[in-house]
């Protein structure tokens, strides 16, 4: 790792909080790689949509950045349908995209259209409970033990769930024409995620996967810092 690299903004799902990744970010500083983790914030009084607040969310976090550092944008989980909201709502331009064990954005797509296509079945059953007034998620401490087996951190990504209701799943997330503009990576973690993984190849994507559990970056931080940066210089000098 070295102080050559383009700046590194690890986005949290909206359904979990910053801790997410701040150990990654941890990580890459002592490698001198500077990484950013900025916290997704939305309101029940903003009429704006979520995917809005929380591109919004992004871009006040860049007043730290020069405009003119390159950056990579990576995504865990339920970030992944924002990426390219937020790389037109931020001044820098965009170095590569990452995916990590998560969707792959599609214009005008909501989260349930992405699931839907991804497993059809149990999406419908998802649905289903989110019309019953259901919430999502409702994991438990005890739930997350095998993927996450620190207690200290389990508690801690437990107390920053953030359940969402039918309407965050189901809002329209826009992908600007010409997404995407830069190299894309995509590393996989559980086997939850095949399908978009396969997608991924299918449209030449570099791919790499980690067999592990979908909370992988708090179980060994350095060796997904490391899984990032390496992939991500790969895609850079494949396209180059």
Not at 83 to 89: E, R, V, Y
Not at 104 to 125: F, H, K, T, V, Y
Not at 189 to 197: C, E, G, I, L, M
């Amino acid at each position: 790792m070295t102080k050559s690299h383009p700046a590194y903004v690890l986005i949290h799902s909206p359904l979990v909080g910053p801790l997410t990744w701040t150990p990654v970010a941890r990580e890459m500083r002592r490698g001198d790689i500077r990484a950013l983790v900025p916290a997704l914030t939305d309101s029940p009084a903003s009429n704006e949509p979520f995917w809005k607040q929380h591109a919004e969310s992004v871009r006040q976090a860049f007043a730290r950045l020069s405009n003119d550092l390159p950056v990579t944008l990576v995504a865990h989980s339920g970030a992944d349908p924002l990426l390219p909201a937020i790389a037109q709502s931020i001044p820098n331009p965009v170095h590569a995209y990452v995916f990590i064990d998560a969707g792959i954005p599609r214009d005008g797509a909501s989260r349930l259209d992405l699931m839907q296509s991804e497993d059809p079945a149990w999406a419908a059953e998802f649905r289903e409970e989110l019309e019953r007034d259901g919430q999502f998620p409702t994991w438990s401490f005890e739930e997350l033990e095998e993927i996450l087996p620190d207690e200290s951190l389990r508690r801690r990504l437990v107390a920053e769930l953030r359940p969402r209701k039918l309407d965050f799943f189901t809002e329209p997330i826009p992908v600007f024409a010409g997404w995407p503009d830069a190299p894309c990576v995509y590393i996989q973690f559980s086997s939850a995620y095949d399908r978009p993984a396969a997608r991924a190849r299918q449209a030449g994507w570099i791919t790499e996967e980690i067999p592990a559990g979908h909370f992988h970056m708090l179980v060994d931080p350095g060796a997904v810092a490391s899984k990032i940066v390496e992939t991500v210089g790969r895609g850079r000098s494949l396209s180059g």
